[in-house]
């Protein structure tokens, strides 16, 4: 397609062509002098002619942030999250609690280098911003959206302010982040067993107990830690991500890493086989999201 436009373009611009597309590529790379965005109604349709200076600042602050056209342009409904690990578990989050697809129209997508913006809370305020300005430039296409930030390190006093100041667009995982909810001693067993070496001694689920005890008593430990790996105050607060990537390194003596884009989802699963409840609270929490940006009159970009 995009080589059929090129010719187009170059060999044949004296001529006037209507292109009707559903491919957001076909959008970005046509350089159009008018969009016409055609909505169905019941059994009626709409044709609303788009400002191409909308398009073309959505195109830039785009083309600055990385993000694909084709992310924004194929929604209906956004959820902003963290990174591509909540882009990935998410959806298999909603299935668990619903047992269903996703709205149509529902996408969760990331934002682009998340790292500059965790540490502090004006940093998640910056990237609300941005993000939200982003979305509001592909309006109409897009008709809501929501933001999902772990909660790293901010009080609760912070996430109130901030999902108040953002009119509820912003939410914040009920734990520091997404692993939180996948420190079980059956599951990252599973884990190791399944990646070491088939001749290595199996990793008994004990061994996997004494080993995050050991790690949260010592390595990582916080104020929160007493003694107790299901205590949920001291699980809504520990660095799992990096708690369990010591103990899976540890335990298999290197042989077997946890990286947290890699392996998040397919350790999330595990712990899912292993205890479904574990992930009741944050498949509710991400139902809610879906609510959110699916919500009539919430979540609208402006």
Known sequence: MKALLRIIQTEYAHHQYIISTH?????????????????????????????LDKVETFREVAGH????????????????????TEELCFPFLYNLATKKA?????????V????????????????????????????????????SFDSEELSDADKDSMTKNSKGLMHFLPRRHLECFLINATAIATF?????????APVTEQEVKLALAR???EAFKIKEWKGDLTDETWQNRVDAAKLIAHVVSNLSEARVTFNKNRDTLALMKMVSAANPAQLAEVATYVCGLVHAACAPDQGKAV
């Open 192 to 200: 190791i067993q399944g990646k070491d070496h088939p001749s290595s």
């Open 112 to 147: 682009v280098a998340t790292g500059d913006f965790i540490a502090k809370r004006r940093d998640k305020e910056i990237v609300y911003e941005v993000y939200q300005r982003l979305s509001a430039a592909a309006a109409p296409l897009v008709s809501s959206v929501a933001f």
């Open 102 to 110: 996703l709205p149509r129209g529902t996408i969760f997508t990331s």
């Open 65 to 84: 942030l990385g993000v694909s056209m084709a992310d924004v342009f194929a929604a209906d409904q956004i959820i902003w999250v963290e990174g591509p």
């Open 23 to 51: 491919a957001p590529e076909v959008i970005s790379f046509s350089n159009p002098s008018s969009i016409f965005l055609v909505k169905r109604s019941g059994y009626a349709s709409t044709v609303e002619k788009l400002a």
């Open 215 to 217: 790690a949260a008593g």
